[in-house]
């Protein structure tokens, strides 16, 4: 069984440019989630997408969005970098939606905005 | 709100010490509570919660409503239980939202 994988593992960008971050789901998991870890605190919820629709939605602004596809690989998309967006992000997958489901991490993708 | 706090960024014990970490709660419903572990060089993973009720490595926690705490506790360290242990909190009503904690590094010297 492989884990989930995200790439790429770190990335470089400009103020004000835009990133794609990619992940691959656990096998046979539907349920994807995504958090940005900024240096010294705990996880963030960005989104989660069920069935490739999001399904709830942390306090990050519309230029963070996200899909999933339907193998329920999943990418997250940043537009107009900015310098706080400079953190560890990570995906999460689990086999279904409902609370009683463990979500696997990813390793993360480091993300250097300058 | 939900919220979650790690008082202490650092717990330095020595080996066969007991271990407490500390882990408070806000929420106004009944949550899922989480404790995490990252080992060095090694991605987040779940280490035990609270609705299994099982020891894990040793570990165990209780869920204190009153005290809206979920501290985890484990009676000797090992200097493998050297890792970044996170607390994190789920409201039913969020599906699979996760709310973390700081983060507190656990040092087990010997």
């Known amino acids: 069984e492989t884990g989930v994988t995200q790439s790429p593992t770190h990335l470089i960008k400009t103020r004000g440019q835009q990133v794609t971050l990619r992940c691959s789901s656990q096998?046979?998991?539907?349920?994807v989630s995504w958090y940005q870890q900024a240096l010294g605190q705990g996880p963030q919820f960005i989104f989660q997408?069920?069935?490739?629709?999001?399904?709830g939605r942390g306090n990050f602004p519309p230029r963070f969005s996200g899909l999933q596809f339907p193998n329920y690989s999943s990418e997250l998309n940043v537009n107009a970098l900015e310098l706080d967006d400079s953190a560890l992000y990570l995906c999460?997958?689990?086999?279904?939606?409902?609370?009683?489901?463990?979500?696997?991490f990813g390793p993360g993708t480091r993300l250097t905005v300058t | 709100a939900q919220r979650v706090t790690q008082p202490e960024k650092l717990l330095s014990v020595f080996k066969g010490a007991p271990v407490e970490l500390k882990c408070n709660y806000s929420?106004?419903?009944?949550?899922?509570l989480f404790w995490y572990v990252q080992y060095s060089r090694q991605r987040l993973q779940l280490l035990l919660r609270?609705?299994s009720r099982e020891s894990i490595k040793g570990f165990t926690a209780d869920l204190n409503k009153g005290e809206t705490s979920f501290h985890l506790k484990k009676p000797f360290a090992q200097e493998e239980d050297s890792a970044m242990y996170y607390c994190?909190?789920?409201?039913?009503?969020?599906?699979?939202?996760?709310?973390f904690g700081a983060g507190t590094i656990l040092r087990v010297k010997s």
């Open positions: 929420y106004s419903g009944s949550p899922e």
């Open positions: 997408y069920y069935r490739e629709e999001e399904n």
């Open positions: 609270h609705i």
């Open positions: 999460a997958s689990s086999l279904d939606l409902g609370s009683g489901y463990e979500q696997y």
């Open positions: 096998s046979g998991h539907n349920t």
């Open positions: 994190a909190l789920r409201g039913l009503e969020y599906g699979n939202k996760l709310v």
